[in-house]
């Protein structure tokens, strides 16, 4: 391993362990990062530790203060909810761009994959297999973005994404156990399904106003979460970081 991939490979490794961290809750909202005590905490030098903190700015997650300190941010219930708003007007953008350019039969082909596994996921009152249906949802939100064949509009997707508390699959993990949630997922799935079809037939306008109401069911996730009881809030990673 040469030194430059080695340097890398433990910027990467500082990167997840820090996000973690802080989704996890082990930061308050607002409270100092100290580089030094990170560092040994994580077992590593405080220059891959720096460059992964650099790159956590990006995605929201510290700030990086006046004096050159780190700090982890806070967030309002309506900057997540304004984050949520920015990637369904992008997911939406990103439908209606492929209904009107075409997609190939080999990416609806792949997608029909992909939501027929979310079928054989689903139970009467939502997933039976739950993890399967993360997963597979997080590779539908991708096919959304990558069938508009804009590097651009894949780009800025994944960028808002990175957003605590804005990616699809923000608010499934830890929810489990809670049947509110796996019933919103019945109708989450089928949305999957009438956006795919719209894309497929070329209905610009649909699969626009399609996947901009099913960015929405995040909203209402969130609503259901703040007002039911802190235990099930402690289980959504990055929820944290949001001020009550």
């Not at 909202?29 to 994580?42: D, M, N, T």
């Not at 780009?155 to 990616?167: F, K, N, Q």
């Not at 109401?213 to 809030?233: T, V």
Request: charged share 20%; aromatic share 4%.
């Amino acid at each position: 391993m040469t030194k430059d991939s080695r340097s890398t490979n433990l910027s990467m490794k500082a990167l997840a362990e820090t996000r973690s961290l802080i989704l996890g809750g082990a930061f308050a909202p607002g409270e100092r990062v100290s580089e030094p005590l990170l560092a040994q905490r994580l077992h590593i030098s405080r220059t891959p530790l720096r460059e992964a903190l650099a790159m956590l700015a990006q995605e929201g997650l510290v700030e990086r203060q006046a004096s050159g300190r780190w700090q982890v941010c806070s967030y309002t219930i309506q900057d997540i909810t304004d984050a949520i708003e920015v990637r369904g007007t992008l997911e939406g953008l990103a439908a209606r761009t492929a209904a009107e350019r075409g997609v190939s039969q080999s990416m609806l082909s792949a997608c029909r994959r992909t939501l027929t596994g979310l079928d054989a996921s689903m139970g009467l009152s939502g997933p039976d297999n739950f993890e399967l249906y993360v997963q597979l949802n997080a590779e539908f939100h991708s096919w959304m973005a990558e069938a508009s064949g804009s590097q651009i509009l894949i780009r800025e997707v994944d960028r808002v994404c990175r957003m605590p508390l804005a990616s699809p699959s923000s608010f499934l993990t830890g929810q489990e156990d809670s049947a509110a949630f796996r019933k919103s997922l019945l109708i989450a799935h089928h949305h999957h399904w009438t956006i795919f079809e719209a894309v497929e037939a070329g209905e610009a306008s649909r699969a626009e106003a399609l996947a901009r109401e099913h960015a929405r069911l995040a909203r209402q996730n969130l609503n259901l979460l703040m007002a039911g009881d802190l235990p099930a809030r402690a289980n959504v990673p990055g929820l944290s970081l949001v001020k009550s």
